[in-house]
C-alpha cells in the first residue's frame, strides 16, 4: 500500500534499466581514430614546440618542459599530459 509521507511515498513501480545514451560515449577514443592519429603522428612527426619539450626532458629541466608546454597550449592538465607524452615517446626511442 503506498504512504503518503517518508521516503517510499507514492505510488511503487519496478524500476526500469534505460539503455546508455549515445552521448554517454562522446570523447571516448574509437580503433579507427586511434589508428589514422598515430599514423599521422608517425608521418608527420613532433610540432617543434613537442622537439623543445622533449629537448628539456632529456637534460633533465621537467619543471621548464612544463611551463613551456603550459604556455603553448594554455591549461596546466592539458600541459601535464603533454610532458607525460613526450616523457614517452623518449622512453619508447630510448628501447
Not at 1 to 7: K, Y
Not at 59 to 72: F, H, N
Request: glycine share 8%; charged share 45%; proline share 1%.
Amino acid at each position: 500500500m503506498a504512504v503518503a509521507v517518508g521516503l517510499e511515498r507514492g505510488h511503487q513501480v519496478t524500476k526500469r534499466d534505460n539503455k546508455d545514451r549515445v552521448a554517454r560515449r562522446k570523447g571516448a577514443l574509437g580503433k579507427r581514430t586511434k589508428f589514422v592519429r598515430d599514423l599521422v603522428r608517425e608521418v608527420a612527426g613532433l610540432a617543434p614546440y613537442e622537439k623543445r619539450i622533449c629537448e628539456l626532458l632529456k637534460v633533465g629541466k621537467d619543471k621548464r618542459a612544463l611551463k613551456v608546454a603550459k604556455k603553448k597550449l594554455g591549461t596546466h592538465l592539458r600541459a601535464k599530459k603533454k610532458r607525460e607524452d613526450c616523457a614517452n615517446i623518449l622512453r619508447k626511442a630510448r628501447k
